[in-house]
C-alpha cells in the first residue's frame, strides 16, 4: 500500500535557526512528489513539485530534495511568516490518468522571533 | 493568484438538512476535479474524482448517495451533503490542475462546514 510519512509533526524554531522537514514514502512507482504549505483554515498552497531521484528546488529561504525513498524541505534562516502546516505528497505512476495525490499530515511549523 | 474559487468558506447548517460548496476553475478549464476532506491534524482524505458531463468517481468508503458531486460545466463542480449529521462536520476542500496529469494540484481555500 502506498504511504507517505512526515516527520516531525511539530516543529517549533527561533527566527534564523534552519532545519529540515523529512518526507519518506512508499510508492509503487513514483511519478512526481510536491510540496504544499498550508495555513490555517486554508487550502494547500502549491510550493514545488520534484520528479526524479537527486533532483532539487528552491524558492527563497526553502529548499526540497528528493532521493529514492524521501524528500527533504530545508528551511534556511526562517521567519515569522514561514510559519504553517507543510505537506508532502506523492503520486503513484500507475497508468492512471486521474493522477491522484497520496498527502501525509504534515509537519506544523512555528517560527517565533 | 488563486486559480481555485471556493464558496462558501464556512458554513454552519442544522442536522439534517443539505448543503451545497461550489468549486470553480478561474480562467482555466477543469474537466476533471477532486475533493478532499481534512480532519484536523489529519491529511487530506480524497473523498472522489469529479468528471466534466459524467459520473463522479468516489473512493472507498465515500457514500455516493450521501455526498453528491455534479460538474456540469468546465469550470464548476459542485458537492452537496445531503442530510448532513454532525459527524459530517469537517473542511471539505476541492482542486483542479491546470496542466496535464504531472502538474500539481491547485486548491481552493476550502469549506468549514459544522453540522449543529
Known amino acids: 500500500e502506498d504511504q507517505v510519512t512526515q516527520s516531525p509533526e511539530a516543529l517549533r524554531l527561533q527566527e534564523g535557526e534552519s532545519s529540515s522537514l523529512n518526507c519518506s514514502y512508499t510508492?509503487?512507482?513514483?511519478?512526481?512528489l510536491f510540496w504544499y504549505r498550508q495555513d490555517p483554515g486554508k487550502g494547500p498552497e502549491f510550493l514545488f513539485t520534484?520528479?526524479?531521484a537527486g533532483e532539487e528546488k528552491e524558492k527563497e529561504r526553502l529548499k526540497a530534495t528528493l532521493t529514492k525513498k524521501e524528500s527533504f524541505l530545508h528551511i534556511t534562516a526562517p521567519k515569522p511568516e514561514d510559519s504553517a502546516t507543510y505537506l508532502c505528497?506523492?503520486?503513484?505512476?500507475?497508468?492512471?490518468?486521474?493522477?491522484?495525490?497520496?498527502f501525509g499530515r504534515g509537519t506544523q511549523l512555528t517560527v517565533w522571533p | 493568484g488563486a486559480v481555485v474559487s471556493q464558496h462558501p468558506s464556512w458554513v454552519i447548517c442544522k442536522s439534517g438538512t443539505s448543503v451545497k460548496i461550489e468549486c470553480r476553475s478561474l480562467?482555466?478549464?477543469?474537466?476533471?476535479m477532486f475533493w478532499y476532506r481534512q480532519f484536523p491534524k489529519q491529511s487530506l482524505m480524497l473523498m472522489a474524482t469529479?468528471?466534466?458531463?459524467?459520473?463522479?468517481?468516489?473512493e472507498q468508503g465515500v457514500e455516493k448517495d450521501k455526498f453528491l458531486i455534479n460538474h456540469a460545466s468546465l469550470t464548476l463542480s459542485t458537492l452537496t451533503v445531503t442530510s448532513a449529521h454532525p459527524e459530517d462536520s469537517s473542511f471539505y476542500i476541492c482542486?483542479?490542475?491546470?496542466?496535464?496529469?504531472?502538474?500539481?494540484?491547485?486548491f481552493g481555500n476550502g469549506t468549514r462546514l459544522t453540522v449543529t
Open positions: 482542486s483542479a490542475r491546470v496542466g496535464g496529469v504531472e502538474s500539481p494540484l491547485h
Open positions: 510508492v509503487s512507482g513514483l511519478r512526481g
Open positions: 520534484l520528479y526524479s
Open positions: 505528497a506523492v503520486q503513484a505512476n500507475r497508468g492512471s490518468t486521474l493522477g491522484r495525490l497520496y
Open positions: 480562467d482555466f478549464q477543469a474537466t476533471t
Open positions: 469529479s468528471n466534466e458531463g459524467s459520473k463522479a468517481t468516489y
